[in-house]
């Protein structure tokens, strides 16, 4: 049966589109109409179920970018994996998914789990077994032998060992490919952070053997070496993307390769978690100071930023995700702006964004129903009255 919601206003997405006084309607999973809202009644018909919001607003569904369903957020994440079996280890990742879904985020990426787990929940959730949000998902992400996040299985030496991993994980049904090209602060025994993992060759088979199977690739690096060496293989995103300095101690800017990130559309995911605040506390207010000097300066040179969150690790839970967009109006972004990045600019960087992140005839029932008006302050999009992902109601427990 067809849905129709109406509100005080109607974020379409991109920021400044909006309705006032304006309604949505949706045939189970597919937006049909959306505007003023005489326009929208008047192509409801009367066989439809009615839902009227006349002090909210209607959004897109958010899009968390960097998610890792496997790992659970308490206080010894990976130790607790190490020692879960799949079938467990399967069912939380479903928990999780639907705790995020729950507090308004329909679209999660998950950028590294193992077994493809991550590839049976969302087919499980599109098939309509289960419900949740829609999932992309790179399975068990390249890294070297004992590098960065090897327990998700993806450890490879070579060219050979590179191809097959990646056509492993696209005929297990991967939706991109992730590669670990510099070290991380997770796992102690892999390089260090601003040290690279592949090389610039390698980067490249990796990318071409994705392009083969048209799939994107993702890559995590903090050094400014490993995102140089990611751009020229032709990546589509930088995760974390941290410009640290060769050999450790401080910061690397590359004017001139970040030039290149934006001209070649590839787009930066920060991937800070949701209590940043205690984050830059630790780093103290200097080095706080140059962090957001450097968001600045991407954002600047016409990097395109999109949020998420590393959830899975620890404290970083699934269901906190308007915590972490706070640090982007922190940083001097507009709630206009930070919404559309959530929605609009973050499904684009995930290759869907034709069908999902905005509110548009056509495209995915994806969104989230707040009280009161987020443009105002982020902080209406905690406990959303309704969430709808992929035309599948959501109530937020609150
Ligand atoms: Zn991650």
Known sequence: MRLLITAERVLLGPA????????????????????????????????????????????????????????????????QYLVTEDTDLLLGMAGRAQQAARSGVTTIRDLGDRQ???????????RGQLSGPRIVASGAPLTIPRGHCHFFGG??????????????????????????????????????MWATQFSAD?????????SNAGLPVAAHAHGSDAIAAAVDAGVSTIEHCTWLRSGGGGYDQRDEVAKRMASQGVYACIAWPPDWRGFMERLGPER???????????????????????AGLRGSGFDDYVDALELYAHIGF?????????????????????????LQPGYSADLIVVDGNPLASLKHLRHPQLVLAHGHAFHSPS
């Open 288 to 310: 706080a100071e140059q962090i957001i000097e450097r968001f600045l300066w991407m954002d600047e040179l016409g990097i395109r930023l999109v949020p998420g969150t590393d």
């Open 16 to 79: 400044g589109h909006q309705v006032d006084d304006g309604a949505i309607l949706i045939d189970e999973n597919t937006i049909l109409a959306v505007g003023p809202r005489p326009e929208v009644e008047a192509q409801a018909g009367s066989d439809v179920r009615r839902r009227d919001y006349p002090n909210h607003t209607i959004l897109p569904g958010l899009i968390n970018c960097h998610v890792h369903l496997a790992l659970d957020a308490g206080s010894a994440p990976l130790e």
């Open 155 to 192: 450890e490879v030496s070579g060219e050979h060992e590179i191809r097959q991993h990646v056509r492993d994980m696209a005929d297990r049904g991967a939706d991109l490919i992730k590669v670990m090209a510099s070290g991380g602060h997770i796992t102690p025994e892999s390089p260090p």
């Open 202 to 210: 390698e980067l490249r088979i990796v990318v071409d053997e994705a």
């Open 334 to 358: 507009s709630n206009a702006q930070i919404i559309e990045m959530a929605s609009v600019t973050s499904a684009q960087a995930l290759g869907i964004g034709t069908s999902v992140g905005q």
């Open 116 to 126: 493809g787990l991550a590839f049976r929940l969302r087919d499980a959730i599109a």
